[in-house]
């Protein structure tokens, strides 16, 4: 019999060499703020729902905004974006007092295209209400009837609101780009 057995012929331990800095491993990020379930995302998530809430609520008001279209798009897409904020926001609360990790592939899918989609409107409608607002100082010289300065307002805190979705749509379509 030529069976080797440890107690026989000792073996000795391998010296501890870091494998993935041998091989040039990428190492990922564990936590970006203002991706999913980080205090930055949550912050994110926040000040978007804080503006949009301040454009929807400065809108609502005016009592002439039903008349343009422009307007009734604006107070239904900040609508739509501080339900989706609210939403996210307790997701994120939850994730962060749990210490749960949302790097699911699914997960960040659904926020992704959630976010891409109220930016997308946000910023439609905000265009929208910033060309009739215009239209109606400058063009149309009606300020004195329309209430010009809530209008401006409330499509300035539209396009914050947009300006703050941009980089959580950002971070996790970048999050979702790199698996």
């Given amino acids: 019999m030529s069976v080797s057995r440890p107690s026989v012929h000792p ?3 391998p010296p501890l060499i870091d494998v993935a800095a041998q091989n040039g ?9 203002g991706m999913p379930g980080t205090a930055g ?3 994110l998530r926040l000040c978007q729902l804080v503006f949009a809430g301040v454009s929807l609520a400065v809108m609502a008001s005016t ?7 422009a307007f009734c798009y604006l107070v ?3 609508s739509l974006q501080c339900v989706w904020s609210l939403s996210l926001a307790i997701v994120d ?13 699914k997960v960040i899918c659904f926020f992704a295209i959630g976010d891409g989609i109220t930016s997308t409107l946000t910023f439609a409608a905000a265009c929208a209400s910033a ?8 063009d149309l010289n009606r300020c004195a009837v329309n209430h010009c300065k809530r209008f401006e307002s409330a499509t300035a805190m539209a396009f914050i ?9 950002l971070l996790n379509f970048w999050s979702l780009a790199s698996r």
């Fill in 93 to 105: 609360l939850y994730a962060i007092s749990v210490r749960r990790s949302l790097r699911n592939c």
């Fill in 131 to 138: 060309g009739i607002t215009v239209l109606i100082a400058n």
């Fill in 41 to 43: 995302g949550l912050a």
């Fill in 63 to 69: 009592n002439d905004f039903p008349s343009v279209t």
């Fill in 25 to 33: 491993l990428r190492v990922r990020m564990k936590d970006v703020q």
């Fill in 11 to 13: 073996v000795e331990a």
């Fill in 161 to 169: 609101s947009w300006f703050v979705v941009s980089p959580s749509f």
């Fill in 76 to 78: 239904a897409a900040v």
